[in-house]
């Protein structure tokens, strides 16, 4: 302690401090802990600050400075900017994109319908990406693959990227569409997606169809290749040459159990978006085109597929057990597929009825 005192007595200027040294130690201390408390504190707002500006920016990038569309408000919710992760949609990144899916089934004219539509230089329609069953699994791995699809980060021969304004795909009713609907409608609902449904009118010729297409998978009638589509009457008449037999017991049963199908999937989906198509009507009367562009939202043009039809004229020469496919719908509600014709102008008779019932469920 003397020595302590002797030390502070020593000098006077020295000895002053220690009085008041408690008091400005302590002033110190809480002064360097304030001044620390509000540097933390400004880091702190600063980190937080920048992260929600940043945010707000990265939003302002995709929103902000495109103008707003001119459209009805009923049309907002399928009106879509993709910011997609593997290319940028550069000068095209404010033209507005739509999202939609062809609905159908095999052997009902969509395989042509896509080429249609994938003629117009602002659609991109994707193909049967459902047709790979692990892409379906799942609700998961179903939502996975429309969100890169329409991400317009899926990529196929059919991808137009930056310029798209309608995205899409084609997806049979088959292909997990009918068993997941309820969640696959919310989905549309949710996501702004169109549906076009096509559907054929004609069940007795898809029968045909699906007979002889699956009858090539294994006979290979164009130089050992299977082909579903072609671009040559050539080979459209070497593959038509193949003449099924159809079970005529089972024939009814059958194209019932497509119809309800139809009605069913109708039923389902009728809370979308969407549009009925016959792939007659498309065949017969190109306007339809027209109509399918303004449901999409895109500019008008001509379209144009290379795809040959391959059963084409009277069904009587394409089956080889006619007189029974005959006698089985003779008298039944299908009787007009027999002689109906895609070329004509006017309705089958008998149409009427079928295609009341399927239009029952929208009215
Ligand atoms: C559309 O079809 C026409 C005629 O076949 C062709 O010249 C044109 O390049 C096609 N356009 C696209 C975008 O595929
Ligand atoms: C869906 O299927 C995928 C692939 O088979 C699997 O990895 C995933 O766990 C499944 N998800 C659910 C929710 O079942
Ligand atoms: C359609 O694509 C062309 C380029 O191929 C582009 O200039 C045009 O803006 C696109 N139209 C729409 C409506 O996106
Ligand atoms: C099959 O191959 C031959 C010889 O290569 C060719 O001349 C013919 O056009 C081909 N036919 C079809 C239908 O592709
Ligand atoms: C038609 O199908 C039924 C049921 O599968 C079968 O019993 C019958 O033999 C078939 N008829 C012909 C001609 O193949
Ligand atoms: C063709 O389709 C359009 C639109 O769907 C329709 O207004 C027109 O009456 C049809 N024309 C014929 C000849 O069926
Ligand atoms: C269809 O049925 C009617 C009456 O049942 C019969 O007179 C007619 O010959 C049948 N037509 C054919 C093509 O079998």
Redesign the pocket.
């Known amino acids: 302690m003397a020595d302590d005192l002797s030390f502070f007595s020593k000098d006077s200027f020295i000895l002053k401090l220690p009085k008041k040294s408690p008091l400005v130690l302590r002033m110190v201390v809480l002064l360097f802990v304030m001044v620390c408390g509000v540097y933390i504190f400004s880091i702190c707002l600063k980190q937080i600050s920048t992260s929600s500006t940043s945010e707000f920016l990265n939003i302002g990038v995709i929103q902000k400075p495109c103008p707003e569309p001119n459209i009805e408000p009923w049309e907002i919710p399928y009106v879509h900017y993709p910011n997609p992760k593997t290319f940028s949609r550069a000068e095209c990144a404010c033209n507005p994109v739509r999202y939609f899916a062809i609905m159908s089934m095999q052997r009902s004219g969509s395989g042509w319908f896509e080429t249609l539509l994938n003629n117009h230089t602002n659609i991109s329609s994707n193909g049967e990406i459902f047709s790979v069953k692990v892409r379906r699994t799942n609700v998961s791995t179903i939502v996975e693959t429309l969100d890169k699809v329409y991400n317009l980060d899926w990529f196929t021969s059919a991808s137009k990227n930056e310029c798209t304004a309608a995205v899409g795909l084609k997806w049979m009713l088959n292909q997990g569409l009918m068993q997941y609907h309820k969640e696959i409608v919310e989905y549309f609902n949710a996501r702004g997606v169109s549906a076009i449904f096509l559907f054929r009118r004609n069940l007795l010729r898809r029968m045909i169809s699906i007979l002889a297409n699956s009858y090539d998978q294994n006979a290979k009638l164009l130089n050992g290749t299977h082909k579903s589509h072609v671009h040559s009457p050539l080979e459209a008449d070497i593959l038509a040459s193949y003449k099924p037999v159809i079970n005529a017991t089972l024939l009814v049963p059958n194209i019932r159990e497509v119809e309800e199908t139809t009605k069913k999937a109708l039923e389902y989906f009728k809370s979308t978006r969407h549009i009925i198509l016959y792939y007659e009507d498309v065949v017969k009367n190109r306007t339809k085109l027209a109509e399918v562009q303004e449901f999409l939202k895109v500019p008008k043009r001509e379209l144009s597929s290379r795809q040959v039809k391959i059963h084409k004229g009277s069904l009587s020469k394409h089956i080889q057990n006619w007189n029974d496919v ?2 089985a719908l ?2 039944t509600q299908y009787e007009s597929y027999l002689y109906g014709d895609y070329r004509r102008t006017q309705e089958p008779t008998g149409w009427g009825t079928h295609q009341a019932t399927l239009l029952k469920f929208w009215l």
């Open positions: 005959e006698k003779n008298g």
